[in-house]
């Protein structure tokens, strides 16, 4: 299983020494929530935020929980961004979104939120490397993993199997170890982890987590 730690919740003075941590216990994701107070009604630093921490050798994943995500990819991509997660429910046109996105070079992600239904992007499955599930309506950390992700965890392993397709199914949202090893179950790949790394032992996690 894939850990990637969102930093989110984690207190600024402390990032740096966390960030050590992350690297010290072979972490290679690092997930950044953008938020433009529009998409949804938090709002974060922007590219800038990347900017400040990408001296790290980190693959570095933008979660863009923005209105027209097009305005901030050359930002990001600047900024060392090596994703784009876009969300499906803040595009006009997801395929133009994906094209230029893999214009830059960049890979791409699509997130949708968990009241949006799975087969929504099912057309755009062939096209992209990873799919963002939400357990937790976007904007804000610590909440609890809502159980809607499930069945869509499952269908994407299938479509992706029965498709032969490789994109990583990942999920963002109230994730603990628990849960994180129940949903490797159901399929997904790759966890997104806020809180519950602000709270416990780094090198633990990854002790339990790495095995599945
Ligand atoms: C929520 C963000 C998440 C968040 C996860 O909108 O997309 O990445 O930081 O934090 P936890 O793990 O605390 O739910
Ligand atoms: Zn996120």
Redesign the pocket.
Same mark, same amino acid.
């Given at each position: 299983m894939i850990i990637a730690p *969102?930093i989110? *919740?984690i207190k600024k003075e402390d990032l740096r020494n966390k960030l050590n941590e992350f690297l010290t216990n072979n972490i290679k994701y690092l997930?950044i /929530?953008i938020m433009d107070g529009i998409f %949804?009604t938090n709002n974060t630093e922007k590219a800038e935020l990347l900017e400040s921490i990408n001296d790290y050798p980190f693959y570095y994943e933008a979660?863009l &929980?923005v209105k027209d995500p097009l305005n901030y990819l050359e930002s990001f991509k600047n900024a060392k961004a090596n994703m784009i997660t876009f969300h499906y429910e803040a595009v006009d046109n997801v395929l133009e979104t994906i094209n230029e996105i893999k214009k830059m070079g960049l890979d791409v992600g699509i997130s949708i939120k968990p009241k949006t239904d799975v087969k929504v992007i099912e057309p755009y499955l062939s096209l992209i490397d990873l799919v963002l599930i &939400?357990s %937790?309506e976007? @904007?804000? $950390? $610590?909440?609890s993993y809502l159980d809607s992700a499930d069945d869509k965890i499952k269908y994407l392993a299938e479509y992706k199997k029965n498709h032969h397709l490789n994109y990583l199914i990942e999920v /963002? $949202? @109230?994730?603990n170890p628990e849960l994180a090893i129940k949903i490797s179950k159901l399929g997904c790949d790759m966890v997104? &982890? $806020? *809180?519950?790394l602000v709270k416990n032992d780094v090198k633990e996690t990854v002790s339990r987590l790495e095995k599945i």
């Open positions: *969102s989110l *919740s997930h /929530d %949804v979660h &929980m &939400m %937790v976007p @904007g804000y $950390g $610590g909440q /963002d $949202g @109230g994730i997104v &982890m $806020g *809180s519950y």
